[in-house]
């Protein structure tokens, strides 16, 4: 059974800077796609950032290109989403995903991932 657990969310002002963590195990695929997605109270989850771990690719939503960085640790089965310049709109609940098809299959498609983590909380004051 896969298990996803996130961590590093947490309140900072606009313009701050925060690292997600995720930290996968359980899993045998050889490679995943690995996404992080983020939930604000009345939206729909939205697709954030993915990583393929067979290569390396990554996929960004346009409205967090050149602000947040997704990466892997390989020996650590973590994987990070950097998130800089934040801003009051990045304010939600953000979750990691994985599944074992490639990104090019699920990317920002929350339904297509079958492994979850529990979620951790960023909040981005004005």
């Known amino acids: 059974q896969v298990q996803l657990v996130e961590s590093g969310g947490g309140s900072v002002q606009a313009g701050g800077s925060l690292r997600l963590s995720c930290a996968a195990s359980g899993y045998t695929y050889s490679s995943i796609c690995m996404g992080w997605f983020r939930q604000a109270p009345g939206k729909e989850r939205e697709g954030v950032a993915a990583?393929?771990?067979?290569?390396?690719?990554?996929y960004y939503t346009d409205s967090v290109k050149g602000r947040f960085t997704i990466a892997q640790d390989n020996a650590k089965n973590t994987w990070y989403l950097q998130m800089n310049s934040l801003k009051p709109e990045d304010t939600a609940m953000y979750y990691c995903?994985?599944?074992?098809?490639?990104?090019?299959?699920?990317?920002?498609?929350?339904?297509?991932?079958?492994?979850w983590g529990q979620g951790t909380q960023v909040t981005v004051s004005s």
């Open positions: 990583i393929y771990t067979g290569g390396g690719s990554t």
């Open positions: 995903a994985a599944d074992q098809r490639p990104c090019t299959v699920v990317a920002g498609r929350a339904r297509a991932y079958t492994y």
